[in-house]
Nanobody, 115 residues
Framework: QVQVVESGGGLVETGGSLRLSCVAS????????VAWYRQVPGIERELVAQ???????NYADSVKGRFTISRDNARNTVYLQMNSLRSEDTAVYYC?????????WGPGTQVTVST
């Protein structure tokens, strides 16, 4: 059974940085296709960043130039480095791992950016 866990969220001031981590385990899961999403209450979950096999990356326009997604295959971990944080980045951030034609989600980690 695949399990996904996010970590690294917290409270940060506007302009600050955080690094989120996503670790997957079980069933020989790999991190070839991973995405970060975020959600605020009452609003649909939105895609933030993706990383694919071969390292190709995709970002939401709102985070381009500020966020970077990366992967450490040895640790089966994907990171989301978030710089120049803004109040509108406040949300619960979720990691999605696509493996063996299924989507696996973590429980989320809260990011709060104070003004």
């Amino acid at each position: 059974q695949v399990q996904v866990v996010e970590s690294g969220g917290g409270l940060v001031e506007t302009g600050g940085s955080l690094r989120l981590s996503c670790v997957a385990s079980g069933d020989n899961v790999n991190m070839n296709n991973v995405a970060w999403y975020r959600q605020v209450p009452g609003i649909e979950r939105e895609l933030v960043a993706q990383i694919f096999t071969g390292g190709w990356q995709n970002y939401a326009d709102s985070v381009k130039g500020r966020f970077t997604i990366s992967r450490d295959n040895a640790r089966n971990t994907v990171y989301l480095q978030m710089n120049s944080l803004r109040s509108e980045d406040t949300a619960v951030y979720y990691c999605n791992v696509r493996f063996s034609y299924r989507d696996y989600w973590g429980p989320g980690t809260q990011v709060t950016v104070s003004t």
